[in-house]
């Protein structure tokens, strides 16, 4: 039986103890009926203050018999109670060791600081995208209002030892959302300091801060206000174009999407052009981009070889982009 049940049943036997006492006070002793609640009370109680004790043959002998009854319902319940409590405890305790064991356990996951509205939306993208994240924020509550499932650790991101608790030697990247600049620049700097191939993304909320957050090892930063004012604008401007972006790439929507794929040794796309591998019409992908290197080849030309190691930007419906992959890895 679960806790929660006893502690019920325990209180809904102490009601009726105190009403069944209460009357039969009121009847054998003949006093009020708050007089008899109170005498009813102080003797399962064991208080005994002695301002009011039965006075007739037939009280006490009802006291007698409400004594045993009332003192047992009275240990049940507080050890009901107490057993809530330590059970919550353990409980929360378990939860908490063994969500830091699978945060031990991680590798080339991603790091949020700061669950805020940017960094909410940062952490649904990567549920979405399927990305292992942990999350560091001071505020609990704010931890625990958030309805998806994810391992994270309540604490300052700008503290070393909160960041080795979020296996920051391990990860991939971090992500940087707290709402001042100037924690932001703390934690890129820490980060960077203590894992120096860290992929850090920040945000920015001054133009002037921008400069301050790469120098301090951002890779990439982002200004949230900027971002939203150019959206603005292009929603007026160009509607159709930005709402047509918008159902095709919105959160929550799996058809459409965009994926940076590794061309592998070996795989039989390499060395041949965009034209001979047909990837339009036999994938059904449109590739973007080339990374190569240092290079940035963007809407590459149909005779564009492909070659080992180049990064392509791809476009494309999900299980599309799954075909397209395949075709990227080894053949051996």
């Known amino acids: 039986m679960k806790v929660s049940k006893h502690i019920v049943i325990s209180l809904i036997g102490m009601t009726i103890i105190i009403i069944v006492g209460g009357l039969g006070f009121a009847f054998l002793e003949g006093i009020s009926f708050f007089d008899a609640l109170w005498m009813t009370a102080i003797t399962v109680l064991t208080v005994g203050y002695g301002d009011i004790i039965p006075q007739t043959i037939g009280g006490?002998?009802?006291?007698?018999?409400?004594?045993?009854?009332?003192?047992?319902?009275?240990?049940?319940?507080?050890?009901?109670?107490?057993?809530?409590?330590?059970?919550?405890?353990?409980?929360?305790?378990?939860?908490?060791?063994?969500m830091h064991q699978q945060i031990d356990n991680l590798s080339n996951h991603m790091i949020i600081c700061g669950i805020g509205r940017v960094g909410e939306q940062v952490l649904q993208r990567f549920i979405q995208e399927g990305v292992q994240v942990v999350v560091i924020e001071r505020d609990k509550e704010r931890v625990e209002q958030i309805e998806e499932n994810f391992l994270y650790i309540v604490g300052d991101a700008t503290e070393d030892r909160v960041l080795y608790n979020a296996g920051i030697e391990r990860a991939k990247g971090l992500v940087a959302t707290l709402p001042d600049d100037a924690s932001n620049v703390f934690v890129s700097l820490t980060a960077k300091g203590l894992n120096p191939k860290i992929q850090i993304v920040a945000r920015a909320e001054k133009v002037e801060s921008e400069e301050k957050l790469r120098i301090a090892g951002a890779?990439?930063?982002?200004?949230?206000?900027?971002?939203?004012?150019?959206?603005?604008?292009?929603?007026?401007?160009?509607?159709?174009?930005?709402?047509?972006?918008?159902?095709?790439?919105?959160?929550?929507?799996?058809?459409?999407?965009?994926?940076?794929?590794?061309?592998?040794?070996?795989?039989?796309?390499?060395?041949?052009?965009?034209?001979?591998?047909?990837i339009r019409s036999v994938y059904g992908v449109t590739i973007v981009a080339i990374k190569r290197k240092h290079e940035l080849i963007s809407n590459p030309h149909p005779d564009e070889r492909l070659k080992e190691g180049d990064l392509t930007i791809v476009f494309g419906a999900k299980d599309q982009l799954v075909k397209f992959e395949e075709a990227t890895k080894s053949s051996i």
């Open 60 to 98: 006490r002998i009802f006291g007698l018999l409400i004594i045993p009854i009332g003192v047992g319902l009275v240990g049940y319940t507080l050890a009901a109670m107490s057993a809530a409590i330590i059970e919550g405890k353990l409980s929360q305790s378990v939860w908490r060791r063994r």
């Open 219 to 278: 890779s990439k930063v982002i200004n949230p206000s900027s971002l939203g004012g150019r959206r603005m604008a292009m929603s007026v401007v160009k509607p159709i174009s930005v709402d047509y972006i918008d159902t095709i790439l919105q959160l929550g929507k799996d058809e459409y999407g965009v994926e940076e794929i590794i061309i592998q040794p070996r795989s039989k796309v390499v060395n041949s052009s965009l034209r001979d591998n047909n």
